[in-house]
T-cell receptor, first 116, second 115 residues
Framework: NAGVMQNPRHLVRRRGQEARLRCSPMKGHSHVYWYRQLPEEGLKFMVYLQKENIIDESGMPKERFSAEFPKEGPSILRIQQVVRGDSAAYFC??????????????FGNGTRLTVT | ELKVEQNPLFLSMQEGKNYTIYCNYSTTSDRLYWYRQDPGKSLESLFVLLSNGAVKQEGRLMASLDTKARLSTLHITAAVHDLSATYFCAVDMRGETGTASKLTFGTGTRLQVTL
């Protein structure tokens, strides 16, 4: 059973460009979470999605950031008009409904975004 | 707003020594997780603590949870170099559906075990 798959592993964008980060959850998992980790810091929650629904986006910046988890395909975290402060590692995690209480979130290997 | 604090932030210890990492959190929760992160890598789950008084051990690591004190500890026994990593605790704020909603992570403790 493959783990949470994220791509790309590394992404370099110039200021003003768009960044698209992809996350395929573990097989059978229908809940996806995105976290951001700035250098030397812990992970910060961004958004929690189920298939075709955003459940909690309280950690998402109000502008330039959006996330989706379509019925088919991976979850996408999109950052428009990137700025240097967006440089960070973005981690995706997934869980199974009703199993999440007793199980830890399973994290992907992350996408390291560098904005030049 | 839930706050999760760890101390120390950085810990350098010799092989063979014992030490404890502390994780304090500010609001009621009965679910706490410990993760390990190696540089440039993802997070590896170490322990899931689900109730007051829970204690779990794996190898040289032992984690405990005191929900009344809002405190979890990660104890390292006879440290070895392979334990060098950053350790995070994370507290789960239960969502309305009863499933995990989101984790609030501590600041992390960078552990360096020296020979």
């Amino acid at each position: 059973n493959a783990g949470v798959m994220q791509n790309p592993r590394h992404l370099v964008r110039r200021r003003g460009q768009e960044a698209r980060l992809r996350c395929s959850p573990m097989k059978g998992h229908s809940h996806v979470y995105w976290y951001r980790q700035l250098p030397e810091e812990g992970l910060k929650f961004m958004v929690y999605l189920q298939k075709e629904n955003i459940i909690d986006e309280s950690g998402m910046p109000k502008e330039r950031f959006s996330a989706e988890f379509p019925k088919e395909g991976p979850s996408i975290l999109r950052i428009q008009q990137v700025v240097r402060g967006d440089s960070a590692a973005y981690f995706c995690a997934s869980s199974i409904y009703r199993q999440a209480i007793n199980s830890p979130l399973h994290f992907g290997n992350g996408t390291r975004l560098t904005v030049t | 707003e839930l706050k999760v604090e760890q101390n120390p932030l950085f810990l350098s210890m010799q092989e063979g020594k014992n030490y404890t990492i502390y994780c304090n959190y500010s609001t009621t929760s009965d679910r706490l997780y410990w993760y390990r992160q190696d540089p440039g890598k993802s997070l590896e789950s170490l322990f899931v603590l689900l109730s007051n008084g829970a204690v779990k051990q794996e190898g040289r690591l032992m984690a405990s949870l005191d929900t009344k004190a809002r405190l979890s500890t990660l104890h390292i026994t006879a440290a070895v170099h392979d334990l060098s990593a950053t350790y995070f605790c994370a507290v789960d704020m239960r969502g309305e559906t009863g499933t995990a909603s989101k984790l609030t992570f501590g600041t992390g403790t960078r552990l360096q075990v020296t020979l």
